[in-house]
């Protein structure tokens, strides 16, 4: 069975602090995705990145950065010099593994989430 | 702009009464919509998968009967809560996907209370 564990219930830094939150997963596939999504006070999820099994190259956009570490199934999201917009819940998911069959199947396995506080 | 987008936003509804969301695609053709449950606090938790023009898959542990899913075109699944109760008020969410292993859309959710 596939898991994500978001072992970060609630963080809150100051303002320009850094700041990573960890992700674990756990899978028998060996073709998986990995996905990152912001969720503010009003609910709707926003998409942050998707990254496959097979790329583990690290990847930065702007002040996110994700590391995939294959070797300790993990994947964390680290925001550098945070701003107070980014104050809302992320959450980790991992794609169904029968993402690649054609089946159209794109369920998603959610971690429990981090609530993220900046303060200012 | 939304690519997949849902309504209502919320809705208050007296228990015992149905309740249906809707989830369109809208600039894209969607065979598989996916329909997931947020509690307050909580993570999303996939309830169903809806398969246009067959039956929907449910998840372990959520009662088909209770949760109407019709996936009737390639733009539009429905989800609606029948008789609902005061404990299925909860943040309801769909996504699809152009094509299966591509980007996922969430719409923006409704909330559901049941008084």
């Known amino acids: 069975a596939q898991k994500v564990t978001q072992a970060q219930t609630e963080i809150s830094v100051v303002e320009k602090e850094d700041v990573t939150l960890d992700c674990v997963y756990e899978?028998?596939?060996?073709?998986?995705?990995l996905f990152w999504y912001k969720q503010p006070p009003s609910g709707e999820l926003v998409f942050l990145i998707r990254?496959?099994?097979?790329?583990?190259q690290n990847e930065i956009s702007g002040r996110y950065s994700w590391n995939f570490q294959k070797s300790t199934s993990s994947f964390n999201f680290t925001i550098t010099a945070s701003q107070v917009v980014d104050s809302a819940v992320y959450f980790c998911?991992?794609?169904?593994?029968?993402?690649?069959?054609?089946?159209?199947?794109?369920?998603?396995?959610f971690g429990k989430g981090t609530h993220l506080i900046i303060q200012p | 702009g939304a690519v997949v987008s849902q309504h209502p936003s919320w809705v208050i509804c007296k228990s015992g009464t149905s309740v249906k969301i809707e989830c369109r695609s809208l600039?894209?053709?969607?065979?598989?919509m996916f329909w997931y449950r947020q509690f307050p606090k909580q993570s999303l938790m996939l309830m169903a998968t809806?398969?246009?023009?067959?039956?929907?898959?449910?998840e372990q542990g959520v009662e088909k009967d209770k949760f109407l899913i019709n996936h009737a075109s390639l733009t539009l699944s429905t989800l609606t809560v029948t008789s609902a109760h005061p404990e299925d008020s909860s943040f309801y969410i769909c996504?699809?996907?152009?094509?299966?292993?591509?980007?996922?859309?969430f719409g923006e959710g409704s909330w559901l209370t049941v008084v």
């Open positions: 996504s699809a996907s152009r094509d299966p292993g591509n980007t996922i859309y």
């Open positions: 899978t028998r596939d060996t073709t998986y995705y």
């Open positions: 990254r496959n099994s097979f790329d583990e």
């Open positions: 998911a991992l794609s169904d593994p029968y993402m690649y069959s054609g089946g159209g199947a794109d369920g998603l396995t």
């Open positions: 600039d894209f053709q969607a065979t598989t």
């Open positions: 809806s398969n246009e023009g067959s039956k929907a898959t449910y």
